[in-house]
């Protein structure tokens, strides 16, 4: 059973950090592309930032030199790293799990999702 476990959201103040965590069980996690998307009510999801199973990173153009994403392939578990938040950085945070194959989408898996609430 494929298992995608967020944690670490919550409140914080703006200019604040959060640290997400998600911890993936069932899947060879190496070979999955891991990534961050966020979504508000009544909007689309949105990417946040993506870490390839090689480790190259894409972000999003609002969060560029704001968020880091990062990876550990021997615990399983990617990070994300969110430093001076925004207002407009509240959302449910959701980590998913992209296996490709040549370029073509063969699995995927998506966690339950975390909130991140940034607001004085």
């Known amino acids: 059973q494929v298992q995608l476990v967020e944690s670490g959201g919550g409140l914080v103040q703006p200019g604040g950090s959060l640290r997400l965590s998600c911890s993936a069980s069932?899947?060879?996690?190496?070979?999955?592309?891991m990534g961050w998307h966020r979504q508000v009510p009544g909007k689309q999801r949105e990417s946040v930032a993506v870490?390839?199973?090689?480790?190259?990173?894409n972000y999003g153009d609002s969060v560029k030199g704001r968020f880091t994403i990062s990876r550990d392939n021997a615990k399983n578990t990617v990070y994300l790293q969110m430093n001076s938040l925004k207002p407009e950085d509240t959302a449910v945070y959701y980590c998913?799990?992209?296996?490709?194959?040549?370029?073509?989408?063969?699995?995927?898996?998506w966690g339950q999702g975390t909130q991140v609430t940034v607001s004085s």
């Open positions: 870490i390839s199973s090689r480790g190259s990173t």
């Open positions: 069932g899947i060879d996690f190496s070979s999955y592309a």
């Open positions: 998913n799990a992209d296996l490709r194959v040549a370029g073509t989408h063969v699995d995927g898996y």
